[in-house]
């Protein structure tokens, strides 16, 4: 009788969630177990009422770049995975961002035609999304339960958010503590099967960041790589990697691996590996490289050993000696920092769909404009570890190298992108040369050769002027990215805070600050030689600074004195440039704009009132 009584005793946490539910219109009044926990913490932990929880707070630009140069080294790993995954599924209008242990949106990437749209739910660069402050979400519930979470539609708590779809999965570091979240999110209805495969898809993303950021934090260890396929073949995300000490003992393991083998992570270390999966042979007469068998209670997995990076071969130890080359070399892709804004990230993006569909692509700009680091920064992404990046500087060829000798020489693995710096000053027999080479791979993008093409000029021109063959013109004009100048960046003062920090601390000066004159000349200064005349000027200035400030008389005098004689409507062309740059981002959205720039709403209509009357004049 009590057992008949109970079960009709209905839970009241379960009657006002079903009683939410029936008012949206979910007549079954069912939510997935994961999702109706945390509902239930929003109603008795949190005291959230549906149609009252509040939007979420935003970080500013300063902000967001602190929370990236914490982590800088996580950033660099996730950061191409994050542009990858954006790539993917641009066309089927989702949102990708990385998000931090606090739930902030710190990588945001997005089809500018939908900012607005998720705007109006509070979905923008810098947004947290802590379920305690927000409620159900993907973002939010995936930190607190620590696993991939999908929340659909009705199924978030708060009422302003319940046309979206987020599609989340965490990213474990040390120790299984979460070192972000991968989010993607959707106003667009999709059914259950749509969200189970980019779910998916989320999900692999998550372990291929998580496994680039145990090799790179494990880079100085052993490394075992363990897969159930065979080695080679495996997605990275599919990887369990363990890194080993000078004994061949477990120091740290993945979470992949864990899964593998099904047991905790902490469980492992410690423990000799040799012993661990049965070996019948010291870990240390293991060829690094080659395909090994490992048996694991009974079961049989394959493996690969990776040395340390300091004991890994040097590049000029696996080709043959020869002459040095200064024109042509290998790129070392770490060696230049590329400073990402809003704008710079969609050309960025861009430039790497282009290039992975195998199209050629050209970088142009002003001289200074950092047409090289953006190259570099897209075979990265695109070619990733596993690729070559040869780089060849067309105003150190000799007439006497061989180019497509070289090139042929260099070209060795299966997976190589060419980076042509200063093409617009090619002579015509290299470029003859160039030509061949290209022609002899028609399908190069396909076979894993890709080009990028760096120039000032549009190659165009450079054909109409008779300075580079017409047919070299059209075999490269696969796509073009035009860098723009330093002062129509639309977070200009960003980008001089910024270099400042890395310019005073690469010269052990991290006590120094500019002062307020300074600041406001390297503001309004037009830099006409771009990100490296900038950089010129902060490293002048820090190197004449005495003490802990920078004033006007440790400037380039030249800068101090053509500011001197700008006027203010010289500076106020200056400012109109920069609004218009972040309008345009911001498909002419002036809410987002003014939270961009970090001015008021009102602030900007009246900034942009007084260009409009200055152009009426």
Same mark, same amino acid.
């Given at each position: 009788?009590? =057992? ?58 300063? =902000? ?17 995975? %994050? ?7 641009? /066309? ?18 997005? $089809? ?22 927000? *409620? ?9 339960? *620590? ?52 779910? @998916? ?16 934090? @494990? ?7 363990? %897969? ?16 080993? $000490? ?9 979470? %992949? ?15 000799? %590996? ?64 590329? &400073? ?35 190259? !570099? ?15 060849? +500087? ?45 022609? @002899? ?16 000029? /549009? ?38 805070? $910024?270099?400042?920090?890395?310019? &005073? /601390? ?23 030689? @771009? ?7 902060? &490293? ?7 003490? !802990? ?16 004689? !700008? +006027? ?9 440039? !920069? ?7 911001? *498909? ?27 152009? =009426?004049?």
């Amino acid at each position: 009788m009590w =057992e008949t009584e109970l079960r009709g005793f209905a839970d009241p946490l379960s009657s006002e969630i079903s009683n939410i539910l029936r008012s949206r219109g979910e007549a079954d009044g069912r939510l997935p177990d994961v999702v109706e926990q945390s509902w239930k913490r929003c109603l008795t932990d949190y005291n959230l009422l549906p149609d009252a929880v509040p939007k979420a707070a935003v970080l500013s630009h300063s =902000e967001i770049q602190m929370l990236m140069e914490q982590r800088e080294e996580f950033m660099r790993i996730a950061e191409p995975e %994050v542009e990858r995954l954006f790539r993917r599924l641009v /066309d089927s209008e989702y949102l990708v961002s990385l998000a931090s242990p606090q739930g902030a949106m710190v990588l945001f990437r997005c $089809d500018y035609q939908y900012l607005s749209e998720l705007a109006e739910s509070g979905v923008i660069p810098g947004s947290i999304w802590a379920e305690d402050q927000q *409620g159900t979400n993907g973002v939010g519930t995936c930190l607190r339960v *620590g696993k991939p979470v999908t929340i659909a539609g009705t199924e978030h708590y708060g009422s302003a958010i319940q046309r979206l779809t987020c599609l989340t999965a965490p990213v474990l570091g040390r120790n299984g503590a979460i070192d972000s979240v991968i989010n993607v999110t959707t106003a667009r209805h999709a059914d259950a099967r749509m969200n189970r495969m980019v779910q @998916n898809i989320v999900e692999r993303s998550a372990r291929r960041i998580e496994n680039g950021y145990f090799a790179r934090m @494990n880079r100085r260890n052993l490394m075992l790589r363990i %897969v159930d396929g065979g080695v080679g073949v495996a997605d990275i995300a599919e990887e369990g990697r363990l890194a080993l $000490d000078e004994n061949g003992k477990v120091t740290s393991a993945s979470s %992949v691996t864990s899964r593998i083998l099904g047991q905790d992570a902490g469980k492992l270390a410690g423990r000799s %590996v040799e012993e661990l999966f049965e070996m019948d042979q010291s870990i240390f007469d293991v060829r690094p490289g080659a395909p090994i068998t490992l048996h694991y209670h009974g079961r049989s997995l394959q493996a690969a050993l990776c040395l340390p990076e300091s004991r890994q071969p040097t590049r000029n130890s696996l080709v043959p000696a020869r002459p040095a080359t200064p024109a042509l070399g290998m790129v070392d892709l770490a060696e230049e920092a590329l &400073r990402i804004n809003p704008i710079l990230s969609q050309s960025l993006d861009r430039a790497q769909r282009l290039l992975s569909a195998g199209l050629p692509l050209a970088i142009t700009g002003e001289p200074g404009s950092g047409k090289t680091a953006f190259a !570099k920064a897209v075979a990265r992404c695109c070619f990733g570890e596993d690729g070559q990046i040869v780089f060849i +500087d067309c105003a150190s060829l000799q007439s006497r190298d061989d180019l497509a000798a070289l090139l042929q020489h260099r070209i060795s693995a299966q997976r190589t992108c060419l980076l042509v710096d200063r093409i617009d000053e090619m002579d015509g027999e290299h470029q003859t040369a160039l030509l061949a080479v290209l022609e @002899n791979d028609r399908q190069a993008g396909a076979n894993g050769i890709g080009v990028i093409v760096i120039s000032a000029q /549009d190659l165009e021109h450079l054909a109409r002027e008779n300075l580079m063959r017409v047919d070299l013109v059209h075999r490269l004009k696969g796509g073009q990215i035009g860098l723009p100048p330093l002062r129509s960046a639309p977070d200009l003062e960003d980008t001089i805070l $910024d270099l400042f920090r890395i310019e &005073r /601390d690469a010269l052990g000066r991290p006590e120094v600050e500019l002062d307020e004159d300074s600041r406001l000349v390297l503001l309004h200064y037009h830099w006409p030689g @771009n990100l490296r005349e900038l950089r010129n000027t902060l &490293r002048h200035a820090v190197a004449l600074a005495d003490g !802990k400030q920078i004033g006007l008389e440790h400037l380039p005098d030249n800068i101090v004195e053509e500011i001197a004689r !700008k +006027d203010l409507t010289a500076r106020s062309q200056s400012e109109a440039s !920069k609004i218009e740059a972040a309008l345009r981002y911001n *498909g002419g959205n002036v809410s987002l704009t003014a939270r961009y720039l970090g001015v008021s709403r009102a602030t900007l209509y009246r900034k942009i009132q007084i260009q409009k009357a200055r152009g =009426e004049a």
